[in-house]
């Protein structure tokens, strides 16, 4: 079992929950992103709100910085329920 593989997200129930919910994760710290980045944006236009904009970029870097974190995290724990199903049909074998 190889990690990113469309095959491990589509295994079972389970791990369309597991992929359906890293989704959203993903999705909503995009829009979080984006919002940091969009507000800081327009704060940059007053120079008394300089400070509160260097946040607001410094936020939506880090929820970047999130995103792929996010997709890797997923693609480890699918492929974990993937070993632990392979383990299981082994005993069954047996």
Request: net charge positive.
């Amino acid at each position: 079992m190889q990690l990113f593989r469309h095959s491990n997200r589509t295994r079972t129930a389970e791990t369309q929950r597991v992929y359906a919910a890293y989704e959203l994760a993903h999705t909503l710290v995009d829009f979080a992103a984006a919002i940091s980045f969009t507000i800081g944006s327009v704060l940059f236009l007053w120079e008394s709100m300089k400070t509160p904009a260097i946040w607001l970029f410094i936020v939506g870097s880090f929820c970047f910085l999130c995103k792929p974190s996010l997709r890797l995290m997923r693609e480890v724990k699918l492929w974990r329920m993937g070993k632990v199903d392979q383990l299981a049909r082994r005993m069954e074998a047996e």
